[in-house]
């Protein structure tokens, strides 16, 4: 007798960005030099004042149970936050905190889709939303982009995709963008939002790099365009990314109350709670500042200009400057066209292997004619990597 696989499992490959990490990891548990541009992870330590706070909840013995959705201080402090950065107006029972925004996405899409409901997702997407989406029985639809664009959907390209649809259920936005460091300004966003309206379809709204900006651009949260528009917003964020507690694991959501209490009710039967610390220690986060958020998100910017100016530098290849997040992602496609290696996945392995130069393929973002790099590593790595990525690439071809 064996038992049988579901579906679910079946479908669901591993993370790409992670499996390269732990490759890379591996290699230099080995003793070989790799740089790894792989994982979307600060290289920064959690700032002291937060850590301190999480000391101060083991030291009171603030390590029970709590309640599913999240304690009350840290929803006020979300709250808080929503509406002294977003103008937007939650109270706490339209808040859950769940642990990382990847469990608040999959609570949401588990509160609100039924099998075979569609959800829209712009192209290149965060590895996990299609997965994300395939867990709950639901199907992804692609919106695809590309750099002419900068990687952005459009109103009439979303109306289009709608009308093709037999059961549309969300529209799933990630702005500023993983993989490709997009940022939607506010015009572009009321112009998506009208369509959503008109369609009754559910915004998920990933703001998880709302912090992570560039350029004296400002981060609008699509929730804020009317007040219709907040009815049929989920907005998600948390402390991972800006904050440089990637392994702490909180995010949380804030929508419409009934769908929340649903997700929350979800959350209870799965993980119970968030860590109780992890809670205490996020309050401080998003109430308390000491110049570290700054500092990091600064630093994160000259990395960028160095990094997108050096792989414009190579021959052949193309890449957009990023607004937001930490990331660039370049065309390889001349590459591509004309070596012996057809494919994003070879790229990188070859280069992996070869030259000690861990990058992620394009093909995990649904887009294969791209690698994206993660430029949360410090100068003297971006330095060495862009060399050893210019270097493999020459290898390749024959360059005049």
């Known amino acids: ?31 070989i030099d790799v740089i790894n541009f792989g994982v979307g992870e600060p290289d920064f330590n959690t700032p002291d004042y937060i850590k301190e706070s999480a000391k101060k909840a083991i030291d009171d013995n603030f390590t029970r149970y709590t309640a599913s959705a999240g304690i009350l201080e840290l929803r006020e402090a979300i709250s808080t936050k929503f509406k002294k950065d977003n103008n937007l107006n939650y109270n706490p029972e339209d808040i859950l905190v769940s642990p990382g925004a990847k469990a608040a996405i999959v609570f949401i899409l588990m509160a609100v889709c039924d099998p075979r409901d569609e959800v829209l997702i712009p192209c290149p997407y965060w590895v996990s939303y299609t997965s994300q989406v395939e867990l709950v029985d639901a199907f992804p639809v692609l919106l695809h982009t590309n750099m002419s664009c900068n990687f952005k959907i459009n109103a009439q390209q979303l109306e289009e995709t709608m009308l093709s649809l037999s059961s549309p259920k ?45 350029d004296g651009a400002q981060h609008v949260s699509i929730a804020s365009i009317s007040d219709e528009i907040f009815k049929i917003t989920i907005v998600i964020n948390g402390i991972s990314k800006a904050y440089a507690m990637t392994g702490w694991r909180l995010g949380y959501a804030a929508g419409p109350t009934e769908i929340i209490r649903r997700a929350s009710r979800i959350q209870s039967h799965i993980t119970s709670c968030v860590n109780s610390i992890t809670q205490k220690a996020a309050v401080t986060a998003l109430l308390e500042n000491d110049g570290s958020i700054e500092m990091m998100r600064k630093t994160f910017e000259k990395r960028r200009n160095y990094l997108v100016n050096e792989l414009n530098q190579i021959p052949h290849i193309e890449c957009i400057m990023p607004k937001g997040a930490f990331y660039a992602m370049p065309n390889i496609s001349y590459y591509l066209n004309n070596s012996q290696i057809k ?41 060495e990597g862009v060399k050893r990525f210019a270097d493999g690439l020459r290898s390749l071809v024959s360059i005049p």
Not at 4 to 27: D, E, F, G, W, Y
Not at 197 to 210: A, Q, R, T, V
Not at 348 to 359: F, N, P, R, S
């Open 1 to 31: 007798m064996s038992i049988q696989i579901s579906h679910r499992a079946k479908a669901i490959n591993p993370s790409p960005t992670l499996t390269v990490s732990s490759l890379a990891k591996k290699m230099q548990a080995d003793g």
């Open 170 to 214: 969300a529209l799933i936005l990630n702005s500023p963008n993983n993989p490709t460091g997009t940022v939607y300004d506010k015009k572009e966003l009321e112009e998506i939002a009208e369509v959503c309206l008109k369609h009754n379809i559910l915004i998920i709204s990933d703001e998880i790099y709302e912090r992570l900006i560039y």
């Open 343 to 383: 494919n994003s996945v070879d790229l990188c392995q070859y280069l992996l292997k070869d030259y000690h130069i861990a990058i992620v393929p394009g093909s995990a973002f649904g887009v294969d004619n791209y690698v994206r790099f993660s430029y949360a590593n410090s100068i003297d790595n971006i330095k």
